[in-house]
């Protein structure tokens, strides 16, 4: 269960990266039924000003002897540099869980986490940070990476993903849902979804119908024929449209809005795992465990364990 976050900082901090982490753990949302966390910013000493890269300054509460205290150290981006301080990168050594964005995951690699880890990073620094640690498997089109206690992500707002995919994990999809809603952003995209996603900004071009026809109808089986027939488009056209409007595949797309109906049933109702199976399109208790299990890493029956409410 995450119920501390520690963040370390150092010169040269990315704001916007430091603040979406901030902005995912560091708010009290209690009134929305979001459990209050521990959050803590560390510097290397506490009280001291730590410039950023925008010409300003942070100043921490805490030294780098609090993020040992944490469930989970959020490393945000800096400059990337040749060294990085002994007492951070001992800290994210012993962390339990460590989560990365943009350049973050170059303090990971100088911490040795990375090797023989799949990890990625901003798409601009990918091949700088596989030729820093050859050891590592940097996959650079991800927008993040969850190698269980080890979670890296790509640059902005795929923080943002990394961060509620995080607490969707631990918390549920109910309290993610919720921080999303607040900060007006979606509640969850696939970590596998490329960095590249082209806009479609002519109205003729864009799916967002078929898209909201399809989640309307979960439960029924899609194919792509007729889905591009919904979308007035040839098969061709549509599939390279919907790669460039959401990232990824129709089918790959369907299973994951499958598995994200599939979590809040089984978080909120009393339904069987075979009756949920039917309503989210999986047609089988065997084939929703099959998929539940390949994106949320637990079964059905262990997730409702955990995340069930009352």
């Known amino acids: 269960m995450l119920t501390s976050v520690a963040v370390p900082v150092i010169e ?25 966390i ?6 290397e000493h506490a009280g001291r000003p730590v410039r950023t890269n ?24 800096f400059t990337i540099r040749d060294g990085y301080p002994p007492a951070l990168l001992d800290a994210i050594r012993s962390a339990s869980t460590v989560l990365s964005v943009c350049s973050g995951s170059f303090a990971l690699g100088a911490a040795g986490l990375l090797d023989g880890r799949r990890c990625t990073t901003h798409w601009r620094h990918a091949a700088e940070l596989a030729a820093r640690f050859p050891l590592a498997h940097v996959d650079p089109d991800v927008l993040f990476v969850d190698e269980g206690d080890l979670i890296t992500s790509a640059g902005t ?6 961060c509620l995919h995080l607490v969707r ?8 849902t919720a921080i999303a809603r607040r900060m007006v952003v979606a509640p969850q995209r696939d970590g596998g979804q490329r960095q590249f996603v082209r806009p479609v ?6 799916l967002q119908p078929t898209l909201a026809w399809m989640m309307d109808a979960l439960d029924t089986e899609h194919t792509v024929a007729g889905l591009a027939e919904h979308a007035r488009m040839s098969e061709r056209t549509f599939a390279r449209r919907f790669a460039a409007e959401t ?8 299973t994951t809005q499958r598995v994200l109906r599939a979590r809040q049933l089984l978080e909120e109702t009393r339904l069987s795992v075979e009756s949920i199976a039917h309503q989210c399109g999986f047609g089988t208790a065997a084939l929703l465990r099959h998929h539940f299990n390949a994106v949320v890493g637990l079964s059905p029956k262990d997730y409702r364990r955990s995340f069930a409410h009352g």
């Open 169 to 176: 994990r631990e918390l549920g999809s109910t309290i993610a």
């Open 54 to 77: 925008v010409g300003a300054s942070v100043v921490p509460d805490h030294d780098f002897a609090a993020l040992a205290e944490a469930d989970l150290v959020a490393v945000p981006a």
């Open 201 to 206: 900004t002519t109205r003729a071009d864009s």
């Open 38 to 43: 521990d959050f803590k910013v560390c510097g």
């Open 12 to 36: 040269g901090l990315a704001p916007f990266e430091f603040g979406l982490i901030c902005e995912v753990f560091g708010v009290d949302r209690t009134e929305e039924g979001v459990p209050l």
């Open 247 to 254: 990232g990824t595949t129709p089918h790959r797309w369907l």
């Open 157 to 162: 707002a795929a923080g943002i993903d990394a």
